[in-house]
């Protein structure tokens, strides 16, 4: 489940009762797997989403929303990322929502990611600019673990990189998917 932290589902704060209790249910309705996010990588709005998670059995998984400016250095990710270790995480996402991250930066940006923090590492790239094929291989072969792709009839532009297209690329190498 894509969880907006402290917003919930929704584009406002929510009380922590609300958020402990929508959580709970989710859990409890055979939800596991909640990547939690801030659009601005305000871990403040992560922190009660991650650890109420945890405490009812959820998986956690941290994010960071990728974006370009002079503030967002690798740097600034990776001191986000171990802010987001230190509250619980399981694994961390690489969240590129506008199909922005090359992948030149996917490397830096994995590469540093993988030195610096002791959790699986997922990337999450649109296709909207046409790069996040490439950047996917470059993510993986820098050590991203996991990577989100979609069906061919429903993948590319706005969505994530086709399933066949990723499996394709990856058959003869150590990154093999083994589908079938």
Same mark, same amino acid.
């Given at each position: 489940m894509?969880?907006? &932290?402290?917003?919930i589902?929704?584009?406002?704060?929510?009380p922590?009762?609300?958020?402990?209790?929508?959580?709970?249910?989710a859990?409890?309705?055979?939800?596991?797997i909640?990547?939690?996010?801030?659009?601005?990588n305000?871990?403040r709005n992560?922190?009660h989403?991650?650890?109420?998670?945890?405490h009812? &059995?959820?998986h956690?998984?941290?994010?960071?929303?990728y974006?370009?400016?002079?503030?967002?250095t690798?740097?600034?990710?990776?001191q986000?990322?171990k802010?987001?270790?230190?509250l619980?995480?399981?694994?961390?996402?690489?969240?590129?929502?506008?199909?922005?991250?090359?992948?030149?930066a996917?490397?830096?940006?994995?590469s540093?990611?993988?030195?610096e923090?002791?959790?699986?590492?997922?990337l999450?790239?649109?296709?909207?600019?046409?790069?996040?094929?490439?950047?996917?291989v470059?993510?993986?072969?820098?050590?991203? &673990?996991?990577?989100?792709?979609?069906?061919s009839s429903?993948?590319?532009?706005?969505?994530?990189?086709p399933?066949?297209?990723?499996?394709?690329?990856?058959?003869?190498t150590?990154?093999?998917?083994?589908l079938d």
């Amino acid at each position: 489940m894509l969880l907006r &932290g402290q917003n919930i589902l929704g584009y406002k704060n929510y009380p922590d009762d609300l958020l402990d209790r929508f959580i709970a249910l989710a859990i409890y309705n055979g939800m596991d797997i909640f990547r939690v996010f801030d659009a601005l990588n305000d871990t403040r709005n992560l922190e009660h989403a991650i650890k109420s998670i945890k405490h009812y &059995g959820g998986h956690a998984q941290g994010t960071l929303s990728y974006t370009i400016s002079p503030l967002h250095t690798v740097e600034k990710y990776v001191q986000a990322a171990k802010d987001q270790v230190e509250l619980g995480i399981d694994t961390l996402c690489i969240k590129d929502m506008a199909g922005i991250l090359s992948p030149m930066a996917a490397e830096k940006l994995v590469s540093a990611l993988v030195k610096e923090i002791d959790v699986p590492i997922q990337l999450h790239c649109h296709a909207t600019s046409g790069m996040a094929t490439a950047t996917y291989v470059e993510g993986v072969r820098a050590g991203a &673990g996991a990577i989100d792709c979609a069906i061919s009839s429903l993948g590319g532009f706005s969505s994530q990189p086709p399933v066949e297209t990723i499996e394709t690329i990856f058959k003869e190498t150590e990154y093999a998917t083994k589908l079938d």
